[in-house]
């Protein structure tokens, strides 16, 4: 590649628009253009680090034995009707009309389509497992399209989807497909973590996700210091302990007090003088659109993933001010648990605590010396607070840290929720009809090319993983009007092309200081010098760009060294993720 010849705009200022430095290092470095909101156009570099990704996760499918196929983006409605997704999937399915009035949509995923592929075609457990996957573009509405790659509406996904004909059987399909997707995270360059993540209705440990572990990260995963134990802090259980301070104390009777214009727990606590723990937070949610309030400590936020599944529910969100209103006569803030008319869910620390300050479901006032077995009617106990910090390992009760992180994956088994509804189902030995179990499994291909520049990058720019990189090695031309500086720069091109090196030529008629501007900004691992003063001593400067390491590479064993060096880039790199 000839810079000189490739579109590679790359920009000195950083756009307004964006927020995090993926966003930022990608449009300064020309490999990425906005079209519209959450909708992007790949660059030629852009593009190749696409490629990159998907080359390196075809390799590792191929592995674990997925064949790869391509279905299209549009989905006809009728399917999604049969898998109930139609009414259930809410604004994120873009849906429109063709000219014959038929319903359609574009595919967020292909869990339909794919059922609706082998429901025909297979019918004997002796053509079982079956596992297919494709790369491919993907639609979601998203609500909150940001970060560039990060979040898009529309973005590129690689989904795989395994059928099988007993749980074995899928099980194996299941871990086969996560440690495919520890050898292509691992292989891409990246420090990533698998965890335990929210598997809903199915249950189990069966849904990992794999974090990127990054700042910008919009998830938080909690792992353990002392076992293996990592998991979505959605997922996170935390541990309930029955106390054993709480003896025979007896509540007070409950009393009701004013408290004007407080309506947050920390304004509640300072104006009674008592601890946040002692206040009862009471939120309203609505739960497939039945109201439901739920109590945790003060200091404690609601994990609404536990709610969801605590009420085997599809969807759940934070009751409106109307709402609110409506329910507990009084605006947010003041709500509590007694004498409300719809169901109460208490976190389990609430227990057998005593004493409590709740709102009084009236404005400006609270209740004190509430005890909640005695003065409210909690519908059921649970674990519905997020794991904090301060909790133990709900495995082996050791110390637990909290970290961010960017979900570049997730394999999930579905059970039979796609076959059972869409009837795709088989004969077994026994000639008895059984339903294919399922397990579906995605890889965000353009958010691990923004997951990796979170975690790999510096002041001056981009510093792309070995196997990410758009090219292995960018040569500096520093002198192109200088006929001897030209010709060694040919020549080097040219072996190390050869050699199979990837090779980014800047032959612009540019400063140096604009050339090592972009070499830096790009990213690209590798980067040869050459010119004029430094020929005359028989070298080329070179440096690694992830640890700023310079060196010289006498010019007449350039290709002896030249991999020498790459070797010992490479090497770096793996010290570095380990
Ligand atoms: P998120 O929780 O981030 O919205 P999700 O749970 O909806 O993700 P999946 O349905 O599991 O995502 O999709 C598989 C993979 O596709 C995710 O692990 C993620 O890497 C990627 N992905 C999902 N939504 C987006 C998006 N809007 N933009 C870019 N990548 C995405
Ligand atoms: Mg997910």
Not at 180 to 206: H, M, W
Not at 406 to 426: Q, R
Not at 476 to 498: K, Q, T
Request: proline fraction near 4%; charge should be negative; charged fraction near 25%.
């Amino acid at each position: 590649m000839r810079f000189s010849q490739c579109y590679i705009p790359t920009l000195k200022e950083t756009p307004a628009e964006a927020e995090v430095i993926s966003h930022k290092l990608l449009l300064r470095a020309g490999m990425v253009r906005k079209l519209t909101s959450g909708m992007y156009t790949y660059l030629p570099l852009g593009l190749r680090v696409l490629e990159k990704i998907s080359k390196v996760i075809r390799e590792e499918m191929a592995v674990a034995g997925y064949q790869e196929v391509l279905m299209p983006m549009v989905q006809p409605a009728d399917l999604w009707k049969e898998s109930g997704r139609w009414e259930h999937y809410g604004k994120e399915l873009l849906r429109f009309r063709d000219r014959n009035d038929r319903e359609y949509c574009l595919g967020p995923t292909h869990e339909e389509v794919i059922t609706d592929l082998v429901r025909g075609e297979l019918k004997s457990y002796r053509q079982l497992p079956v596992r297919l996957f494709q790369i491919q573009t993907k639609f979601r509405d998203e609500i909150r399209p940001r970060f560039g790659l990060m979040r898009g509406r529309e973005f590129v996904m690689k989904d795989g989807y395994s059928f099988d004909a007993n749980a074995v059987g899928a099980e194996k399909s299941y871990w086969e497909c996560h440690a495919a997707y520890k050898r292509i995270f691992r292989r891409l360059g990246l420090r990533f973590r698998p965890v335990e993540a929210d598997s809903g209705s199915i249950g189990g440990n069966f849904s990992h996700e794999f974090m990127v572990l990054a700042d910008a990260g919009e998830d938080t995963i909690a792992f353990c210091h002392d076992c293996d134990y990592a998991a979505n802090v959605e997922r996170a259980e935390v541990r309930y302990q029955a106390s054993e301070t709480k003896g025979e104390y007896t509540c007070p009777s409950m009393e009701r007090v004013a408290t004007p214009g407080a309506h947050t727990v920390e304004e509640v606590s300072a104006m009674l003088g008592v601890p946040a723990a002692a206040v009862v937070k009471t939120m309203l949610f609505v739960v497939d659109g039945k109201p439901v309030a739920v109590l945790v400590r003060g200091d404690r936020e609601v994990n609404d993933v536990k709610l969801k599944n605590v009420c085997n529910a599809q969807e759940v969100h934070l009751a409106d001010g109307d709402t609110v209103m409506a329910l507990t006569h009084a605006p947010v803030g003041f709500a509590g648990p007694i004498g409300l008319a719809i169901p109460v869910y208490a976190d389990n620390e609430l227990r057998e605590g005593v004493d409590y300050v709740t709102g009084a479901n009236a404005q400006d006032s609270h209740c004190m010396h509430v005890d909640l077995n005695r003065d409210a009617a909690v519908t059921a106990w649970a674990d519905l607070r997020m794991i904090t910090a301060q909790d133990a390992c709900p495995r082996c009760g050791g110390h637990l840290e909290l970290t961010r992180g960017i979900e570049v994956g997730h394999v999930f088994m579905l059970g039979c929720k796609y076959s059972d509804a869409m009837h795709a189902t088989f004969l077994d030995e026994n000639g008895r009809e059984q339903t294919m179990i399922m397990g579906c499994y995605g890889i965000g291909v353009s958010r691990v090319a923004a997951a990796a520049i979170e975690q790999n990058h510096d002041e001056q720019g981009i510093v792309f993983p070995p196997a990410i990189a758009p090219a292995d090695c960018v040569l500096l031309n520093l002198d192109p009007r200088n006929d001897v500086v030209n010709a060694m720069v040919e020549d080097l091109y040219g072996s190390l092309r050869h050699m199979g090196v990837e090779v980014l030529l800047d032959d612009r008629e540019e400063r140096p200081g604009v050339k090592f501007k972009d070499a830096d900004l790009l990213g690209i691992p590798m980067q040869l010098v050459v010119g004029g003063k430094s020929l005359a001593r028989g070298v080329v400067e070179c440096k690694d760009r992830r640890s700023g390491q310079k060196g010289e590479l006498p010019v007449d064993n350039l290709p002896a060294s030249f991999s020498a060096w790459a070797e010992r880039v490479r090497a770096g790199w793996e010290a570095q993720q380990a």
